[in-house]
């Protein structure tokens, strides 16, 4: 814990998401001894301070590993996450969208109108593999009613 808190501020978006993934993957592990969330919540805390630089690919690790560990998340950190995520025009931005989506069923939160508005414009399918379009159709079942855009 010592060592993240002296080296904090030279945490990049794709060092801070690689870090709480890893942390994700120790909690989930059971391993005992080390003091996840206390490092967790210092790297939520940098997450907060760089969040402009964070993109969707590290806002899906970040929420990989949360969803691995019992962490309370705040609905604003969880609100900014999701308006990075959110595609604004057609493009890779757009595919990230799926495993951000995955991410936040995972963690019982349920993505807002404007994401899930975003996901049916810009989500291009023909460019997802089997494994996103599996994990798409989880997402779905997982997801209230309410969530789902009408046809």
Do not use: H
């Not at 870090?19 to 391993?31: F, P």
């Not at 900014?80 to 025009?89: D, H, L, P, Q, V």
Request: proline share 6%; aromatic share 6%.
């Amino acid at each position: 814990d010592r060592s993240v808190a002296e080296t904090l501020g030279d945490y990049l978006p794709s060092d801070l998401a690689r870090v709480l993934w890893a942390l994700g993957r120790i909690a989930s592990l059971g391993r005992e001894g080390l003091p996840v969330d206390q490092i967790a919540s210092r790297l939520l805390q940098r997450s907060e301070e760089i969040c402009d630089d964070l993109g969707p690919k590290e806002v899906s690790d970040i929420l990989k590993g949360l969803s691995m560990m019992d962490i309370d998340v705040s609905e604003d950190l969880l609100s900014t996450f999701e308006r990075i995520a959110t595609a604004t025009e057609p493009g890779n931005k757009a595919q990230n969208m799926q495993a951000v989506m995955f991410r936040f069923v995972q963690l019982s939160v349920t993505p807002g109108k404007t994401f899930m508005e975003a996901m049916e414009n810009f989500l291009d399918s023909d460019k997802l593999s089997p494994r996103q379009i599996a994990d798409i159709l989880w997402t779905f079942a997982k997801l209230p009613q309410s969530a789902i855009p009408s046809p």
